[in-house]
């Protein structure tokens, strides 16, 4: 039996408006330091067969690059909120050029509002030279709270508005790894829990997760097409941040993901906290319907098809935060029970697991706050997110006279409780279960004055552009920091075992008595990037006790 969350204090995660927020600082802190590299126009690219037809790519700084693959059929009319069907085959060529459409979202900071339903693709770049071998497969899910985002994000406004903050071609080059990421439904489309739907199809008797479908059919496309731009079907690893590194952790114990794919990499977020039950799904579901009217229709599920993306948008706004929690939910069939019961159970997938967080992961959040300015507006904040019975066990682990002021006290609390500690609790799990299992604390403060005038710190996000190489860093330090990151990931994409860097300390394994990890830094000095040992372990002990009453 599924135990109830609501009846216990919630672990609540960050609230949808300001993951929103944050999810644009990141790309636009990230980006204002280091400039935009044009894309090569100098040649047209290459051709390509794939199962549904040919695609034409181009090339791009010693890479190919074929972007907006069609890896799922348009979740359109009766197929809105099933699960995805196989992609209709094309004729002739595919232009594949341009990304495709962001999949439907509200407007929002993190870039230009869709209504979209036609939105399942996919991009894949692989170097521009030949293989001699297949290439590992690196599989990206995009952050955005499974609320907003796309494998398309840029700064929408001059002079950033170039710059992809997930193209992979650099990685893909200088790696010699195919780069795969994918669109996938988000918001009430694709986290729609309505039981009707689940009464649809005997074959899948679930509802909910459509989003999670989404990205395990693009995992059954890789699987059948990545030979095609020279990678291994063999070895694909997963890897995202922030809800795509909770999405990660989701497939790592779906009994429906196993075997499409042998390693991961969770960035940010960790899904033992922050998942709904089912009837909290259902409830959401039919808080909308009766939001646009269609409750006590004859047919709510056509009512609800028939209606424009626009009205499903904004009453999917509307009631969101009153699921409380991540938009994804333990529906019986992708997830058969919580991600903590399959961890503690062994049965999620054997498969090499590396995780990490960054040091300052609360802080983009409350940009433009209010500042808490006293003890008694801290604990009276405690009371509010976590309730009266937390807040005392809270103050002791977290005293305010720890901190500059309450408000840094509370900022770290929401951090650590939301995204580092949880990211940590599924390491501990994972390597208890005897699994390969690699941790890290990314704690560079990247060398920007708004990043100084702001407080940041080593933000949530910081480390994308280090991990995708996508932009030029301006120093010396953060250049060889995104040069050992890139290894570190794409050596431990290739072999699974303890991630490798030419001028790097050995990755330590994670286990729960050692707790030993990989601290990465880039002021230039080899030290900066070492082991450590204990990394907030008393606070994250205290959060994942939390964990298990929610």
Same mark, same amino acid.
């Given at each position: 039996?599924?135990?109830?969350?609501? +009846?216990?204090?919630? /672990?609540?995660?960050?609230?949808?408006?300001?993951?929103?927020?944050?999810?644009?600082?990141?790309?636009?802190?990230?980006?204002?330091?280091?400039?935009?590299?044009?894309?090569?126009?100098?040649?047209?690219?290459?051709?390509?067969?794939?199962?549904?037809?040919?695609?034409?790519?181009?090339?791009?700084?010693?890479?190919?690059?074929?972007?907006?693959?069609?890896?799922?059929?348009?979740?359109?009319?009766?197929?809105?909120?099933?699960? %995805?069907?196989?992609?209709?085959?094309?004729?002739?060529? *595919?232009?594949?050029?341009?990304?495709?459409?962001?999949?439907?979202?509200?407007? +929002?900071?993190?870039? &230009?509002?869709?209504?979209?339903?036609?939105?399942?693709?996919?991009?894949?770049?692989?170097?521009?030279?030949?293989?001699?071998?297949?290439?590992?497969?690196?599989?990206?899910?995009?952050?955005? @709270?499974?609320?907003?985002?796309?494998?398309?994000?840029?700064? %929408?406004?001059?002079?950033?508005?170039?710059?992809?903050?997930?193209?992979?071609?650099?990685? @893909?080059?200088?790696?010699?790894?195919?780069?795969?990421?994918?669109?996938?439904?988000?918001? /009430?489309?694709?986290?729609?829990?309505?039981?009707?739907?689940?009464?649809?199809?005997?074959?899948?008797?679930?509802?909910?997760?459509?989003?999670?479908?989404?990205?395990?059919?693009?995992?059954?496309?890789?699987?059948?097409?990545?030979?095609?731009?020279?990678?291994?079907?063999?070895?694909?690893?997963?890897?995202?941040?922030?809800?795509?590194?909770?999405?990660?952790?989701?497939?790592?114990?779906?009994?429906?993901?196993?075997?499409?794919?042998?390693?991961?990499?969770?960035?940010?977020?960790?899904?033992?906290?922050?998942?709904?039950?089912? !009837?909290?799904?259902?409830?959401?579901?039919?808080?909308?319907? !009766? &939001?646009?009217?269609?409750?006590?229709?004859?047919?709510?599920?056509?009512?609800?098809?028939?209606? %424009?993306?626009? &009205?499903?948008?904004?009453?999917?706004?509307?009631?969101?935060?009153?699921?409380?929690?991540?938009?994804?939910?333990?529906?019986?069939?992708?997830?058969?029970?919580?991600?903590?019961?399959?961890?503690?159970?062994?049965?999620?997938?054997?498969?090499?697991?590396?995780?990490?967080?960054?040091?300052?992961?609360?802080?983009?959040?409350?940009?433009?706050?209010?500042?808490?300015?006293?003890?008694?507006?801290?604990?009276?904040?405690?009371?509010?997110?976590?309730?009266?019975?937390?807040?005392?066990?809270?103050? &002791?682990?977290?005293?305010?006279?720890?901190?500059?002021?309450?408000?840094?006290?509370?900022?770290?609390?929401?951090?650590? +409780?939301?995204?580092?500690?949880?990211?940590?609790?599924?390491?501990?799990?994972?390597?208890?279960?005897?699994?390969?299992?690699?941790?890290?604390?990314?704690?560079?403060?990247?060398? *920007?004055?708004?990043?100084?005038?702001?407080?940041?710190?080593?933000?949530?996000?910081?480390?994308?552009?280090?991990?995708?190489?996508?932009?030029?860093?301006?120093?010396?330090?953060?250049?060889?920091?995104?040069?050992?990151?890139?290894?570190?990931?794409?050596?431990?994409?290739?072999?699974?075992?303890?991630?490798? +860097?030419?001028?790097? %300390?050995?990755?330590?394994?994670?286990?729960?008595?050692?707790?030993?990890?990989?601290?990465?830094?880039? @002021?230039?000095? *080899?030290?900066?990037?070492?082991?450590?040992?204990?990394?907030?372990?008393?606070?994250?002990?205290?959060?994942?006790?939390?964990?298990?009453?929610?």
């Amino acid at each position: 039996m599924i135990e109830d969350a609501r +009846s216990t204090p919630r /672990v609540r995660p960050l609230s949808t408006q300001w993951r929103r927020f944050a999810a644009l600082l990141t790309a636009t802190i990230a980006l204002a330091a280091w400039p935009s590299l044009a894309r090569s126009q100098g040649q047209s690219g290459t051709l390509l067969t794939v199962a549904d037809g040919q695609v034409q790519g181009h090339l791009n700084d010693g890479a190919r690059e074929f972007l907006g693959i069609p890896y799922a059929a348009p979740p359109v009319g009766a197929l809105r909120w099933r699960p %995805p069907t196989p992609a209709i085959p094309w004729g002739g060529v *595919l232009d594949a050029s341009t990304y495709s459409s962001a999949c439907a979202q509200s407007a +929002s900071l993190t870039g &230009t509002a869709s209504e979209q339903e036609d939105c399942l693709y996919l991009n894949v770049w692989t170097p521009e030279s030949a293989p001699t071998k297949p290439r590992p497969v690196m599989v990206w899910i995009h952050g955005g @709270s499974n609320q907003v985002g796309s494998t398309g994000d840029f700064v %929408p406004f001059p002079p950033f508005q170039d710059v992809r903050l997930y193209d992979a071609h650099r990685l @893909s080059a200088r790696q010699d790894v195919v780069v795969v990421s994918l669109n996938y439904r988000l918001g /009430v489309f694709g986290f729609f829990g309505h039981g009707a739907v689940a009464a649809e199809d005997a074959g899948f008797p679930y509802s909910g997760n459509q989003g999670l479908l989404d990205q395990r059919a693009a995992l059954v496309w890789v699987r059948d097409n990545i030979a095609a731009f020279g990678g291994d079907p063999g070895n694909v690893t997963i890897f995202g941040e922030s809800a795509g590194s909770w999405d990660v952790c989701t497939h790592v114990v779906s009994p429906l993901s196993a075997g499409l794919f042998h390693r991961a990499i969770s960035e940010s977020g960790g899904c033992t906290t922050g998942i709904a039950t089912k !009837a909290e799904g259902a409830s959401y579901a039919s808080a909308v319907s !009766a &939001t646009v009217g269609c409750d006590g229709a004859p047919d709510e599920l056509a009512c609800l098809r028939a209606l %424009p993306v626009s &009205t499903l948008l904004a009453a999917g706004s509307a009631n969101a935060e009153d699921l409380s929690v991540n938009t994804i939910t333990v529906d019986g069939g992708f997830l058969p029970a919580h991600p903590r019961a399959l961890f503690d159970a062994g049965t999620f997938a054997q498969v090499p697991y590396l995780l990490g967080a960054n040091a300052d992961e609360g802080t983009l959040f409350f940009i433009g706050a209010t500042p808490l300015a006293t003890p008694a507006e801290y604990t009276a904040a405690l009371q509010a997110r976590f309730g009266a019975t937390l807040t005392a066990q809270i103050e &002791t682990l977290y005293p305010v006279t720890n901190f500059i002021s309450p408000q840094d006290a509370f900022v770290r609390v929401v951090g650590d +409780s939301a995204l580092l500690c949880s990211t940590y609790d599924v390491a501990r799990r994972v390597a208890a279960a005897g699994r390969r299992t690699y941790v890290y604390e990314f704690a560079r403060v990247p060398p *920007l004055s708004v990043v100084s005038l702001l407080k940041l710190g080593a933000f949530h996000g910081a480390e994308i552009p280090y991990v995708f190489g996508s932009l030029t860093p301006p120093t010396t330090g953060d250049r060889l920091l995104n040069s050992r990151m890139q290894q570190y990931w794409t050596r431990f994409a290739e072999k699974g075992r303890a991630p490798r +860097s030419k001028k790097g %300390p050995a990755w330590p394994r994670f286990q729960p008595k050692t707790y030993q990890m990989l601290r990465l830094d880039g @002021s230039g000095e *080899l030290k900066d990037v070492r082991r450590i040992k204990n990394f907030r372990r008393t606070e994250c002990d205290f959060w994942s006790s939390q964990y298990e009453q929610n």
